[in-house]
Every structure is written in C-alpha cells, then in structure tokens.
Nanobody, 127 residues
Framework: QVQLVESGGGLVQAGDSLRLSCTASGRTSSMYGMAWFRQSPGSEREFVAA????????HYADSVKGRFTISRDNSKNTAYLQMNSLKPEDTAVYYC????????????????????WGQGTQVTVSS
C-alpha cells in the first residue's frame, strides 16, 4: 500500500503561481510513476502531468504545457506541481496519484491505471 498526502492549494489571482506537494509513504518502491489530475464540478477527472519514477520522463496536458512543471524529490518521497501563470480555468480540486503498474509507461494519462490517490487539494484562481 502507498499513502499520498497533498498540500499547497489555495486561492490566488490570475497570473499568480502555486506549488502543490504530494508526499508518499508506504511501499513507495513499488511505484512506476506519479501524476497529477484535476477535477472541477460537473467534469470528469482530467490528466494534468505525470512523472516516471525511474527515468523521470515527464508528460503534460496541452492545456498546462509551458506553465506547469512536475518534479520529484526522491530523498523526501515527494512530488511537486509548480503552477505558473495560473488562469481561472485552472480552478479545480487537484489530486496526486501513483501507479504500481507497468502500463503506466504506455497509458499514463488514464485515471484507471493509478492505484493510489490523495485526498485532493482545492486550487481556486480568481480573474
């Protein structure tokens, strides 16, 4: 089992920055990759970014490419999502996820391949 705890959400204005953190505990050696998803009311959970544990290859949704950066501090078992130039449409609950499946490498944008999820942290961007 892997436990994930997110932090760092809040209320900001358009153009501001925020950094989300996701600390993993438990059987972290079993993880192939970590990702961030987001979900706004009435919408499906949406892929934001993913990071492989071994090769550290990153993937981003087109809507956040160039503005968001996913990274990981292995010594702290913590993943980060640096969000710059935030827009009102970035408003959502952001979830950290971890996958213990090799299918992470071929399908890391699909929520179903992630075994572990954090509780979510609210990000609100005002115009």
């Amino acid at each position: 089992q892997v436990q994930l705890v997110e932090s760092g959400g809040g209320l900001v204005q358009a153009g501001d920055s925020l950094r989300l953190s996701c600390t993993a505990s438990g059987r972290t050696s079993s993880m192939y990759g970590m990702a961030w998803f987001r979900q706004s009311p009435g919408s499906e959970r949406e892929f934001v970014a993913a990071l492989g544990i071994g090769l550290s290859i990153t993937h981003y949704a087109d809507s956040v490419k160039g503005r968001f950066t996913i990274s990981r501090d292995n010594s702290k078992n913590t993943a980060y999502l640096q969000m710059n130039s935030l827009k009102p449409e970035d408003t959502a609950v952001y979830y950290c996820a971890a996958s213990g499946r090799p299918t992470y490498f071929t399908n890391n944008r699909t929520p179903g391949i992630y075994d572990y999820w954090g509780q979510g942290t609210q990000v609100t961007v005002s115009s």
